[in-house]
């Protein structure tokens, strides 16, 4: 499909990380490197719906979408010099300022970046994990506020191939947090240090394992209204280098940052300026893999619009390293 060009029209300028604070506000360069112009749903509000606008029938890249992943139609399996599968991690954070973000998340933003991620060239199946901000302990949700998602797949992750994707996704990102082990004096803010953790020793070999495939793109999205903060320290390009060690190659992991360009208040409230989450952006900037966009700006789902640009380029440059 032509997902650059729906992606050109729509923007004019952007499952799992989010951390806790402030909310987002309204500056206009709201995405890295372009900024989105916004754009209308469908008729009726349905995030599917018949209009004209991105999640429309009108040719776009959310258009004919499914509540769940199996209605992917582009993932022919002929891309064989690029990548296949896709694991997804998406780092959310379960402060009461970060309601309306998580909210977009369930229901709009998942549903539509799933199907759209089905729709790329060449990409058969993807895998999707939600996390906190908090890194102890380091598992993949599968459990939500409400009680047990019981994932089709029997692991701690969801797979596209779920009948019930959209609904799985909704119960993990409904976050459980009773076993949260940080302060919440601002060492629950490291979204971006909590998926390394969680896909290092001993996660990687325990509650998490098997999750990362050889043979797929890492995508990692991180969400906060405050700002990347690591306990203990950590540079962005630590936090960079252990994400890519994952891989063995910065050309085999997507890296999108989603939180506050400046401090601000906008669609979800306030946010705090996400200088340091900016900075790892950058990181994987350079290598054509990161992508930022401003919370302030609003519109989720036009920033995981912007990261199916580099997951689709990321995939016909996908070269398998066996760790």
Not at 122 to 140: L, S, T
Request: hydrophobic share 35%; aromatic share 6%.
């Amino acid at each position: 499909m032509e997902l650059r060009a729906w992606c050109a029209a729509l923007c004019a300028g952007m499952v799992g990380l989010v951390a806790c604070g402030g909310d987002s506000g309204t500056n206009d360069d709201s995405g890295s490197p372009g900024a989105a112009s916004g754009g209308s749903q469908g008729q009726g509000g349905d995030i599917f719906g018949s209009g004209s606008g991105p999640f429309g029938q009108g040719g776009g890249s959310f258009g004919n979408g499914v509540s769940g992943a199996t209605g992917g139609t582009g993932g022919s399996g002929a891309n064989s010099a690029g990548c296949q599968h896709v694991d997804v991690v998406f780092a959310l954070d379960n402060s009461s300022s970060m309601n309306e973000e998580k909210q977009s998340m369930r229901e709009v933003v998942f549903p539509a970046f799933a199907q759209a991620l089905l729709d790329i060239s060449g990409i058969q199946d993807f895998r999707a994990a939600v996390i906190d901000a908090c890194p102890r302990p380091a598992n993949f949700h599968t459990r939500g506020a409400a009680g047990q998602c019981s994932f089709q797949s029997g692991q701690a992750w969801m797979d596209s191939s779920s009948s019930e994707l959209t609904g799985e996704f909704q119960c993990a990102a409904d976050l459980y947090v009773d076993d949260v082990q940080c302060s919440g004096n601002n060492d629950d803010e490291q979204p971006a240090s909590a998926v390394a953790a969680a896909l290092e020793p001993p996660f990687s070999q325990e509650e998490n394992a098997g999750f990362v495939r050889d043979d797929a793109l890492l995508v990692v999205v991180v969400i906060t209204d405050e700002d990347e903060q690591p306990v203990p320290r950590q540079e962005p390009q630590a936090i960079h280098d252990r994400l890519v060690k994952v891989k063995g190659d910065a050309k085999n992991v997507v890296f999108l940052g989603i939180g506050g360009k400046t401090d601000c208040e906008g669609a979800y409230g306030s946010a705090d300026e996400a200088r340091n989450l900016q900075r790892l952006v950058n990181t994987f900037s350079s290598d054509g893999r990161g992508f930022f966009w401003d919370l302030c700006a609003g519109r989720l789902e036009d920033g995981l619009t912007n990261a199916l640009t580099a997951i689709e380029e990321a995939c016909e440059e996908f070269v398998p390293v066996v760790n």
